[in-house]
């Protein structure tokens, strides 16, 4: 259901009812959550609109597809995360996250089928491939964790509020911000290494 993009290259308009009923202007059809996720993996761009109001939903509507997946045991975002990301809603840090986020994913996603297939050719797919699998999801862990532990560091130094009478606590917090801007220089600088590291590896 849903063919690729409309011919003038633009995303396809879903229009989501009333009655939650999503119909794809492409193919003059509704669909289904389902049907959007596969559009997601087939690589075709949308957009999603509420039928009355005309407001441009498809941020919620992708949000609703990750939560069915995640309902039906293809658990992708650790709770650990979860906790952190809702953590970062209204604070100081919400215009910088997004970014952060696109950078990582990008970062994981580039070049990852063809490196899924030359390491799947030169191991045969066996434990060895998945081994590798894991020490790359234990490195992207201990990455957020990290990055998490920086931006909490920015967020406390940001909140330190400078008084007449506190001039020593106003000088840690401005060295505690220097600190984590550091660690965060070195977290951006080990990301381009990895995907240096990634880009090598498809080369081969």
């Not at 919400?94 to 950078?103: C, G, K, R, S």
């Not at 580039?110 to 699998?133: C, H, P, V, W, Y």
């Not at 965060?184 to 995907?195: F, Y």
Request: with cysteine.
């Amino acid at each position: 259901m849903g063919q690729s993009n409309t011919s003038s290259g633009e995303p396809i308009t879903i229009k989501k009812y009333a009655n939650r009923r999503l119909y794809n202007t492409a193919t003059s059809s509704y669909v289904t959550l389902d049907h959007l996720c596969q559009m997601v993996k087939d690589g075709q761009d949308f957009v999603v609109f509420d039928a009355k109001s005309g407001d441009d939903i498809t941020r919620s509507v992708l949000t609703q597809i990750i939560f069915e997946q995640e309902g039906k045991g293809q658990n992708l975002l650790p709770i650990h995360f979860l906790r952190q990301l809702i953590g970062f809603y209204d604070g100081k840090m919400q215009d910088l996250v997004p970014n952060y986020l696109d950078m990582s994913m990008d970062a994981l996603t580039k070049n990852q089928d063809e490196l899924r297939e030359r390491m799947t050719s030169s191991f045969g797919g066996g434990q060895q491939f998945r081994a590798i699998e894991e020490m790359t999801r234990a490195n992207i862990t201990m990455f957020q964790d990290t990055w998490s532990e920086a931006m909490r560091r920015m967020m406390g130094a940001g909140d330190a509020a400078p008084a007449q009478n506190e001039a020593p606590a106003a000088n840690g917090g401005a060295a505690q911000h220097q600190e984590a801007e550091a660690e965060i220089d070195t977290l951006k600088a080990q990301m381009a290494a990895m995907q240096k590291q990634l880009e090598e590896l498809t080369r081969k």
